[in-house]
Structure formats: C-alpha cells, structure tokens
C-alpha cells in the first residue's frame, strides 16, 4: 500500500454506482476509477463506506444485490484495499468539520478519516470538485474537468 498522500479514499457513492446500471457513463467510470486505483494499491475506504454499500446496494437501488453478492463484494473491497476505522477521535474530528464547514455529518466522517490518516484526497460527488479543507481535497470522478490519467501518474 502507498502512502496516504498518494492514496485516495473512495466515498460510497463511487462503489454503488459500480452496481446501479441506471447510468451507464457514471457505472463505466466508477469501473474505471476503480479499478486503477485498487490495482495500484492506492485505494482506501472507510469502514463507513463498507456499511453503507451494503445498505445501500441491498436496500435502496431498483434492482437490489442479494445479501450474499453485497457481502461478497464488501469481502472482495476488504481483501483489496486499505481500510481504515472510525474512531472517537474521527468522530469528533467530524462534529467538528460538520459543523464548521457545513459538511453533514456522514460525510464530514469521510472527511475526519482522511484527515487525520494524512490521505490528501477524497472522490465523491458529493462535494464541490476540488474543495480543499485542511490539506483534504474532494475530487469528483463525474465532474467534466476529472482526469484518472493525472491519478495514474501520481
């Protein structure tokens, strides 16, 4: 595994759009993503974005995994990347960004993980592409201006 400044934490909605066929450019381009990041071993997670890839795949799309396919997969993501823990302290570190950044809660812990286990980039689309908070950037792999070329190189 590399470094965290050359890691990138990936958000859940990148994995569940990997398995929600109802966008075609968004599921190539997570298949994308990561595929080059976990076969550069610079994929990280959280335990959060495990969880709620389960829920979320099983539960929330129209045509949902099975329980078992869901788990396979959390399996398969957990013997593939870096995974990293919520803890009191990224707990607190996220009230706090929640609340001073306007971040909700959720993904002001996705924030906290990455902060403080030095990973300097975040992808989600749930935050303005390119945002900077406290040496965290959130990069969108769906935003026009993203480029997986420039991630392979880094």
Known sequence: ?????SAFLIDTNVLVYAHD??????QEQAFRVLDSLISGGRAILS????TEFFSVTTLRLPEPLEQVMAMAQVERLIRSCQILDLTPAVVLEGCRGSTEYGL???DAL????GKLNQVGYILTEDAEHERFLEGVRFL???HPAFDLASLERG
Not at 1 to 5: D, K
């Open 1 to 5: 595994m590399r470094n965290g400044s």
């Open 21 to 26: 066929p109802r966008d075609r450019r968004k």
């Open 47 to 50: 335990v959060q974005c495990l």
């Open 104 to 106: 909700s809660i959720w």
């Open 110 to 113: 996705i924030w906290a993980v």
């Open 140 to 142: 969108n792999p769906f």
